[in-house]
């Protein structure tokens, strides 16, 4: 029988722990792919690495988020989401429209890993 299931759903079981999760989105109408690496460096503590920053209109620099307290790659993917989705909603709220330019390449990812 065919099940529809999340990653989530497939990857839990009590003997299961993950350990690197590779997310790639887009983010409202811009074609560019935000590709995000997650490591789980100790079982309390995730390294993620991100392709792009946010700067939008409202910003003064470009916007990464830190990563606080993420002991999990779930986690850390949410608080990137949320980051992104947050400071985009925000400039769009204020008027500005939604453009391409708004996500800036991370010059400390490296990208040769997924080419």
């Known amino acids: 029988m065919d099940m529809t299931w ?3 759903e497939a990857l839990s079981h009590e003997l299961v722990t993950v ?5 790639k989105f887009r983010l409202g109408i811009a074609p ?3 590709t995000a690496r997650i490591i789980r460096e100790t079982p309390i503590k995730c390294d993620p690495q991100v392709s792009h920053k946010i700067k939008t209109p409202c910003q003064p620099n470009s916007y ?4 606080r307290d993420c002991a999990s790659p779930g986690a ?5 989401v949320l980051a992104f989705t947050q400071e985009y909603t925000f400039a769009h709220k204020k008027g ?3 453009d391409e ?3 800036v390449s991370n ?4 990208r040769d890993e997924f080419e």
């Open 107 to 110: 010059e400390y990812f490296d």
């Open 64 to 67: 990464l988020p830190a990563f």
């Open 19 to 23: 350990e690197a999760v590779i997310v």
């Open 101 to 103: 330019s708004w996500l």
């Open 6 to 8: 999340t990653i989530d």
């Open 96 to 98: 500005y429209q939604p």
């Open 32 to 34: 560019t792919v935000i």
């Open 76 to 80: 850390a993917v949410h608080e990137l």
